[in-house]
């Protein structure tokens, strides 16, 4: 098994360009989440999703949009990006029982200047 | 509001043992979670409690105290490449995970 898995690694983006956070997990896992850390600081949640068709915003959405068309995927967009949203991205997804651990993948490097 | 409280950053010496507190005040609570995360890296998962008392897994040991709202990670034996971010987690009421900042912990020889 892979797990779970991001693309890309690393980005530089310009202000007000577009892009799609690739994130693929082969566990058959329900639940997906997105995450961002900035320097130093804890993990906010973007978006999560409980299944298939299912998606939920999180403690900080704004400027960004996901979709849930599989279990396998869940991608994230960024429409218009600001420097504001230079940041870690990682992607995380877990088993329906409320208590197992979430298994991230190794995360997206973004740069928005 | 929702709230966990670590240390930013502690130092300890190879071979030592070192206590690394989270006190938390959530909507809710349905479990800790302790994670680690080294430099440039995805946090993975060490710890999960639910009742209180200790939980033992190797070199690591993580402790809850519901009623006082607050959990230790104690590492034993200190190796170099303990030298990581731990990070504690707690499932909110809507079994939503809040995460703490992390505690930077620096292991010297």
């Known amino acids: 098994n892979a797990g779970v898995t991001q693309t890309p690694k690393f980005r530089i983006l310009k202000i007000g360009q577009s892009m799609t956070l690739q994130c693929t997990q082969d566990?058959?896992?329900?639940?997906m989440y997105w995450y961002r850390q900035d320097p130093g600081m804890g993990l906010k949640l973007i978006y999560y999703?409980?299944?298939?068709?299912?998606?939920d915003k999180g403690e900080v959405p704004n400027g960004y949009n996901v979709s849930r068309s599989t279990t396998e995927d869940f991608p994230l967009r960024l429409e218009l990006a600001a420097p504001s949203q230079t940041s870690v991205y990682f992607c995380a997804s877990r088993g329906g029982d409320s208590y197992n651990e979430q298994f991230f993948g190794p995360g997206t490097r973004l740069t928005v200047l | 509001g929702q709230n966990i409280d670590q240390p930013t950053e502690m130092t300890a010496t190879e071979g030592a043992i070192v206590q690394i507190n989270c006190t938390y005040q959530t909507s809710g609570f349905n479990g800790l979670f302790w994670y680690q995360q080294h430099a440039g890296e995805a946090p993975t998962f060490l710890s999960y409690?639910?009742l209180d008392g200790l939980e033992e897994k190797g070199r690591f040991s993580s402790f809850l105290s519901r009623s006082k709202g607050y959990s230790y990670l104690l590492l034993k034996e200190l190796q170099m490449k303990d030298s990581a971010s731990y990070l504690c987690a707690v499932v909110d009421s809507n079994y939503q995970l809040i995460w703490g900042a992390g505690t930077k912990l620096i292991i010297k020889p």
């Open positions: 409690n639910v």
């Open positions: 999703s409980v299944g298939a068709g299912i998606t």
């Open positions: 566990m058959n896992h329900n639940y």
